[in-house]
């Protein structure tokens, strides 16, 4: 079967470099994306990898390393505004090429 | 504004009661997808619909029905509706591309709360 493991609650300071990882378990891997969630909110997508390696969108980043199953979203130079839940989402043979999403990560961001 | 418009946003019925959420996609996506998402918990798959035809189904509850209408919008059908059904339903659009990439396209979601 699928599954993804994310922690539920990360907390940061202002300013500060934030990761959260994801690890997870599928068959025929497509590729992991990332979503942002804020409270009341509807998930936006912010980021996807199908290889190794990192991909960088301004502040945010996300790596993937498909030997070890695990990816994970860096945040930098955080603000308020990014105080969020954060889901990752594989696609795989399993889920028939349906995302497959996380539990999500709440980041809480203090002044 | 991702471009995908639900209706209602706002919900509240009586268990056993029967819905209909309506979701309108981005202009010129064809695919149309059905998510659920209970309190604090990620996203759960209901359906996919590509150009009017049933793409994918996760899981969904066969009180639940969907269907893509030629215009490409979507209505997902709740009926016999439990207290368990209680939740946020999303729909998203995509390219074929962006089907691809796992980009979805989301829209605010019609909070569902069943008394």
């Known amino acids: 079967g699928q599954s993804l493991e994310q922690p539920s609650e990360v907390t940061a300071v202002e300013g500060a470099i934030v990761q959260i990882n994801c690890t997870y378990q599928?068959?025929?891997?497509?590729?992991l994306s990332w979503y942002q969630q804020h409270d009341g909110g509807a998930p936006t997508f912010l980021s996807y990898?199908?290889l190794d390696g990192l991909e960088e969108t301004g502040r945010f980043s996300s790596f993937l390393s498909r030997s070890d199953s695990y990816g994970y979203l860096l945040l930098q130079e955080l603000q308020m505004k990014d105080s969020a839940s954060y889901f990752c989402?594989?696609?795989?043979?399993?889920?028939?090429?349906?995302?497959?999403w996380g539990a999500g990560t709440k980041l809480i961001i203090k002044p | 504004d991702s471009g995908v418009t639900q209706t209602p946003k706002h919900l509240i019925t009586a268990t056993g009661q029967r819905v209909t959420l309506r979701c309108s996609p981005r202009s010129g996506d064809l695919s149309v997808y059905w998510y659920q998402q209970s309190l604090d918990q990620g996203l759960q798959f209901l359906i996919q619909?590509?150009?009017?035809?049933?793409?994918a189904k996760g899981n969904i509850l066969e009180r639940f029905s969907a269907q893509q209408f030629p215009d490409l919008h979507s209505e997902l059908n709740l009926s016999s509706l439990e207290l368990g059904d209680s939740a946020l339903y999303f729909c998203?659009?995509?390219?074929?591309?962006?089907?691809?990439?796992?980009?979805?396209?989301f829209g605010e979601g019609s909070r569902l709360t069943v008394l």
């Open positions: 998203a659009s995509s390219t074929r591309t962006g089907r691809d990439t796992g980009e979805l396209f």
């Open positions: 990898n199908a």
């Open positions: 619909y590509y150009n009017g035809e049933e793409r």
């Open positions: 989402a594989v696609r795989g043979v399993d889920s028939n090429y349906q995302l497959i």
């Open positions: 599928t068959s025929g891997f497509y590729g």
